[in-house]
């Protein structure tokens, strides 16, 4: 099956800093790649996704950015404010429907 | 659009008692919904994958006849923690996917946590 790993586990950064968290997956057959954030206490909120013909994909300012050949692909959360601090979960997912998540990785803003 | 809701958010029960959790999709039919189990500050384990009108599919390693999954529409699933010990306690997450959504995303309801004593 699908090994996903991210890094890193925790992550703090400055208001106003960018933040990236990076996964890696095993399975070349993996073609939809989401990204959730879960704060304390609920459930995951899918922020973005990217497909595998896709290389790129930006929404303000969050952006995930997918490289197939080594397969990996990367959160990347630019000008961050206090409430982006949450645990944010990478996810890869073949056709079938079954998502394998990453390990989280909880992001602190400091103000 | 796409509301996933469970009910309920939180339940504190005595161990050897039977807890059942609802999920459902308040705007869309889901065909497909998932349950997942989530320990403090780890990862979502899948649990099982139900199906509309079919019996769920377990992962290895998790007792079907302990999380019992009804899906009997197709905007309804349930799990029910039967005869719950301290062990059980956790968050329990359900997904769920619409029939032709895009890319087939899943969309989380906001969980339940499960406290046995």
């Known amino acids: 099956g699908e090994n996903v790993e991210q890094h890193p586990s925790t992550l703090s950064v400055q208001e106003g800093d960018s933040a990236v968290i990076k996964c890696t997956y095993s399975?070349?057959?993996?073609?939809?790649f989401p990204w959730y954030k879960q704060e304390l206490g609920k459930g995951p909120q899918l922020i973005i996704d990217?497909?595998?013909?896709?290389g790129e994909k930006k929404d303000q300012r969050i952006a995930v950015t997918l490289n197939k050949t080594a397969k990996h692909f990367s959160l990347h959360i630019t000008e961050t404010q206090p409430e982006d601090s949450a645990v944010y979960f990478c996810a890869a997912r073949r056709t079938g429907n079954q998502f394998y998540f990453g390990t989280g990785t909880s992001l602190t803003v400091i103000p | 659009g796409a509301v996933v809701s469970q009910h309920p958010s939180w339940v504190i029960c005595k161990s050897g008692t039977s807890v059942k959790i609802e999920c459902r999709s308040l705007?869309?039919?889901?065909?497909?919904m998932f349950w997942y189990r989530q320990f403090p500050k780890q990862s979502l384990m899948l649990m099982a994958t139900?199906?509309?009108?079919?019996?769920?599919?377990?992962e290895q390693g998790v007792e079907k006849d302990k999380f019992l999954i009804n899906h009997a529409s197709l905007t309804l699933s349930t799990l029910t923690v039967t005869s719950a010990h301290p062990e059980d306690s956790s968050f329990y997450i359900c997904s769920a996917t619409p029939p032709s959504g895009r890319y087939n995303e899943q969309f989380f309801g906001p969980g339940t946590r499960l406290t046995v004593l």
């Open positions: 705007d869309f039919q889901a065909t497909t």
């Open positions: 990217i497909r595998s013909n896709v």
């Open positions: 399975d070349s057959a993996s073609n939809y």
């Open positions: 139900s199906n509309e009108g079919s019996k769920a599919t377990y």
